[in-house]
């Protein structure tokens, strides 16, 4: 079993900032990479930022220079830093990791996370 807890969402006005965090527990013998997505109503589901486990990070070009994904390995847990929101930033926001089980090391699952408002409003 596995889990992801997010948390940080919000209500913040044009140009606030907000941070989310989201951290894995269970059977995670190692995690590969962890990234943000996010789905606004009536649209489809899209990478906001990754960031492997070596740390490498990729950015979709509208949150480029706004947004910095981070992660703590010892804690299992990946960060979006999120800064200048705009309204276009109000979505859903789900986090996503990609691990190895204890079960099978040679298998890499996927998992999302429930999901966490932002609002961007004035």
């Known amino acids: 079993q596995v889990q992801l807890v997010e948390s940080g969402g919000g209500l913040v006005q044009p140009g606030g900032s907000l941070r989310l965090s989201c951290a894995a527990s269970?059977?995670?013998?190692?995690?590969?990479?962890m990234g943000w997505y996010r789905q606004a109503p009536g649209k489809q589901r899209e990478l906001v930022a990754a960031?492997?486990?070596?740390?490498?990070?990729n950015y979709a070009d509208s949150v480029k220079g706004r947004f910095t994904i981070s992660r703590d390995n010892a804690k299992n847990t990946v960060y979006l830093q999120m800064n200048s929101l705009k309204p276009e930033d109000t979505a859903v926001y789900y986090c996503?990791?990609?691990?190895?089980?204890?079960?099978?090391?040679?298998?890499?699952?996927?998992?999302w996370g429930q999901g966490t408002q932002v609002t961007v409003s004035s």
């Open positions: 996503n990791v990609r691990f190895r089980p204890y079960s099978d090391v040679t298998r890499v699952d996927d998992y």
């Open positions: 269970g059977s995670i013998l190692s995690i590969e990479d």
């Open positions: 960031i492997t486990s070596g740390g490498t990070t």
